[in-house]
């Protein structure tokens, strides 16, 4: 066999085996992955993300870093980030792995943030002072010197049509159809006759509501639930 013959066998030899020892393998990707926990939401948004499932089949993965799509980055296999809306929003993710050679590979994803709702409107109506059990002078000729205040201390106006006082007797004030209390507003209820007008009511009673020495206020709504209460002592 001549020299050339003989080279070109060594050759392929010594070729095979480096293929077979992987020397000219191809190389495999380096493959990015991750999860995140919730994907929507409303603001504030807690989200958790997890690269764990990123792989490098011929190498290691050395740095995770992510940018979180409203400005903010964080770095490491794991995160959590908090998302803030004023309206609805996708933010994008994204996660870059870098190997030891310094090869990268990166993904992305979304979330959807929605804003958060508006807090519902409160209806509160309470007791408040002044509360005038005991009017000047004799009760029984000085009625509208006797008189207790509400006022509307929620989030919302509120129609007291319907609704009630009662003292501890069971004497009771119903407030006449159309009168709505606003947010903020007061309105006295005073216990002798006159025109209603505005804030200013009166219960056209007989004689005195109110006991001097003690005695409790009860504000029900038309279902009849109790709203409010209001027990004093004259000490």
Request: glycine residues 10%; proline residues 6%; contains cysteine.
């Amino acid at each position: 066999m001549s020299r050339t013959i003989r080279l070109f066998f060594l050759c392929v030899a010594a070729a095979g085996v480096l293929c077979t020892s992987g020397c000219f393998a191809p190389k495999v990707a380096l493959i990015a992955l991750f999860t995140l926990d919730p994907a929507f939401g409303e603001s504030p948004l807690v989200v958790r993300f997890d690269a764990s499932a990123s792989l490098d089949p011929d190498g290691a993965i050395v740095r995770y870093e992510w940018s979180f799509g409203d400005g903010a980055a964080g770095m490491g296999r794991s995160a959590v980030h908090t998302y803030i809306a004023e309206e609805p929003t996708t933010f994008t993710i994204l996660l870059t792995v870098i190997d030891n050679v310094g090869n990268k590979a990166s993904a992305t994803k979304t979330v959807a943030v929605a804003p958060s709702p508006a807090p519902a409107d409160e209806a509160r109506i309470e007791f408040v002072w002044p509360f005038h059990f005991d009017a000047d002078g004799d009760d029984a000729v000085n009625l509208n010197d006797e008189y207790f205040t509400l006022e509307n201390t929620g989030t919302a106006p509120v129609d007291l049509g319907g609704w009630t006082v009662s003292n501890e007797r069971g004497a009771t004030f119903r407030f006449p159809a159309g009168t709505v209390l606003e947010v903020g507003g007061v309105v006295f209820v005073h216990s002798g006759a006159g025109a209603n007008a505005g804030n200013v009511l009166y219960w056209d009673a007989d004689g005195p509501v109110w006991n001097n020495e003690s005695d409790i206020a009860v504000l029900r709504d038309p279902t009849g639930l109790i709203v409010d209460l209001y027990a004093y002592v004259d000490c």
